[in-house]
């Protein structure tokens, strides 16, 4: 979720009660689904956020064991693309923020979480090529650190990649295919085994306005999918990610167009999907963008 200011503890909370009610509401269905536990240590469950970067926003529910992440991209433009080929460019910062063991109760009541459990910070630049009015190339390089509270968990992070992203309308509204190439790898600084993967997306949702256009706020509901190819996946499950090669997810989310706004900052989109990954297969609620 793109934002260029510093997010306030009180955004966070308004954030969490929404997540609350939706998170109540897909609790009994999640509690139903066919997933095979995954056994970790306490040393490698904080290593399961390694790619929290990659894997992005939301509160997974795996094994019966809730993982929360919340993902933050701060970007700043530098130069914007132009009609005779010029890329543009801007700097990115991703941020991550891991909290382990954070149940939905609490989300009821707005009870945060007593200390962050990781933390990942990765600068970097990414560039823009116009190709067309609808149609943008975004090659991209980032590098920083992944911290835990666990010892020996915290680790250099990097990644490269290139994502295309064209826009198109159907059935009245508007749509949006991404693909995506990307390369990530860690790098320990204790006796936990490096890791790396290389992942080929497909993603495509379309957003579709159910509300009438007098409305300020209309209710928008977007259905989107996302196939993911591994080509080479991370060996141990508790790099959470599945070594399945192929993943598929699919879901819905919900929000306000135009969004809603709290203090100049636009609220996270929500959403409901279901990713069939193996043993890390499971229901889970999306903060942000689904892909």
Not at 108 to 114: G, I, K, S
Not at 146 to 154: D, I, N, T, V
Request: hydrophobic fraction near 40%.
């Amino acid at each position: 979720m793109p934002c260029r200011i510093r997010p306030h503890h009180r955004l966070l909370r308004a954030a969490l009660a929404s997540v609350a009610l939706i998170a109540a509401l897909v609790a009994p269905v999640t509690a139903d689904a066919q997933t095979t536990p995954v056994t970790q240590s306490t040393d490698t469950a904080f290593t399961s956020y390694a790619f929290a970067s990659e894997i992005g926003s939301g509160i997974y529910e795996i094994g019966g064991r809730t993982i929360q992440v919340y993902r933050l991209t701060f970007r700043h433009n530098l130069r914007e693309p132009d009609l005779n080929g010029r890329p543009g460019f801007s700097l990115i910062l991703p941020v991550t923020v891991g909290f382990f063991d954070f149940k939905t109760a609490d989300l009821v009541h707005l009870q945060l979480p007593n200390s962050i459990g990781a933390l990942s910070v990765e600068p970097g630049i990414e560039f823009d090529y116009f190709l067309s009015p609808n149609w943008h190339v975004y090659p991209y390089i980032k590098a920083g650190g992944s911290f835990a509270s666990a010892s020996g968990a915290s680790a250099i992070i990097y990644g490269t990649g290139v994502h295309s992203d064209y826009s198109f309308i159907a059935w009245h509204g508007e749509g949006l295919s991404k693909t995506e190439l990307t390369y990530a790898g860690v790098h320990y600084s204790g006796d936990l085994p490096h890791d790396s993967f290389t992942r080929l997306r497909q993603g495509a949702e379309l957003r579709e306005r159910i509300g009438p256009e007098r409305w300020r706020h209309a209710p928008e509901l977007s259905p989107y999918a996302v196939i993911d190819i591994y080509l080479n996946a991370p060996s141990d499950p508790a790099s959470g990610i599945s070594p399945r090669t192929l993943q598929f997810e699919t879901g819905l989310m919900f929000e306000a167009n135009p969004q809603w706004k709290l203090w100049g900052m636009s609220l996270p989109r929500l959403g409901i999907g279901y990713r069939a990954a193996g043993k890390l297969s499971g229901w889970r609620v999306v903060l942000g963008d689904p892909f």
